[in-house]
């Protein structure tokens, strides 16, 4: 729900972006006057695409705070869960999403985060 959430975000600031490029183009074709001009006129276009990719990238991070509950559901197991079923449990799916295996970073490092919660690491 929260990656979704995310998405939608990021989709919302690029389109935006987008959509602000657009009527630049569109103004300097109106107006035949030199794209560069126009977005000489646009001092904010720079600051937004920084802070639109700052956002993308705090929220996407794996190193936000994550609860025993959300490790517990992330390995598949139950809370109470002993060293051993832990790391069995990382091993599996670390084993199955890991980038070198065509898994993604993202799902790898929320893996390992989980082990790391769950073993008191972090």
């Known amino acids: 729900m929260a990656q979704n959430n995310r998405n939608r975000q990021w989709a919302k600031d690029w389109l935006s972006v987008g959509g602000v490029l657009g009527a630049a183009i569109l103004l300097s074709r109106l107006t035949r006057t030199p ?20 956002n993308t990238q705090q929220q996407g991070s794996p190193s936000a ?3 025993h509950e959300e490790a517990s559901l992330i390995l598949g197991i139950q809370s109470k869960a002993s060293e051993e079923e832990i790391k069995l449990a990382h091993r599996k799916l670390i084993q199955r999403n890991h980038p070198d295996q065509g898994g993604s970073d993202y799902l790898a490092a929320k893996i390992n985060q989980a ?3 769950l073993l008191g690491k972090s």
């Open 65 to 67: 705070r994550m609860t």
């Open 115 to 117: 082990r790391d919660v």
């Open 35 to 54: 794209l560069a001009s126009i977005l000489a006129l646009l001092p904010f276009l720079l600051p937004y695409l920084k802070q639109a990719e700052q």
